[in-house]
């Protein structure tokens, strides 16, 4: 019943942890995680993690983009690159190119990129994508510049 081996939040089914970046925080460096991240403050520096990523309307980043799912609520200078899915909401801005298994934009959100879209052919090749070492294997379909002004 009782045992002294320790488990994490994850192995118990418990949420996984979150790496929080508050407003007023301000970093110059790279960051390579395995956990979810939310950015309130600003980073210059590219940002890897195999998990979530919320850009919240007060963050920004100015740097490369590397996650499972990213969620902009603020800005993006940089390029970005998800395996599932990347939300730009009602108030987030981007500057750069956008490669993502799926792409949403709501009304409102300012988008100046290249989209194009990420053709995964396999889990491991999305692995390679993050470490890097794919880069001219990256498969993508159609590419287009959009801008989204709201009027």
Do not use: F
């Given at each position: 019943m009782w045992n002294k081996e320790k488990k994490s939040n994850q192995e118990l089914g418990g949420p996984s942890s979150t790496s929080f970046f508050a407003p007023g925080f301000r970093m110059i460096g790279?960051?390579?995680s395995n956990n979810d991240l939310r950015v309130e403050g600003i980073i210059q520096g590219n940002i890897t993690t195999s998990k979530k990523i919320i850009?919240?309307?007060t963050g920004q980043i100015i740097g490369n983009v590397k996650a499972s799912h990213l969620c902009i609520m603020g800005e993006i200078v940089g390029d970005i690159l998800v395996t599932d899915t990347t939300r730009i909401c009602e108030t987030g801005i981007v500057?750069?190119?956008?490669?993502?298994?799926?792409?949403?934009?709501?009304?409102?959100?300012?988008?100046?990129?290249?989209v194009k879209k990420l053709k995964s052919t396999s889990k491991n090749d999305a692995v390679?994508?993050?470490?890097?070492?794919?880069?001219?294997?990256?498969?993508s379909g159609s590419e287009q510049k959009?801008?989204?002004v709201q009027a």
């Open positions: 790279d960051i390579d850009v919240g309307s500057n750069g190119t956008i490669t993502s298994g799926q792409l949403q934009v709501d009304p409102g959100a300012e988008l100046e990129a290249t390679k994508l993050y470490e890097g070492k794919n880069e001219e294997k990256k498969e959009l801008r989204v």
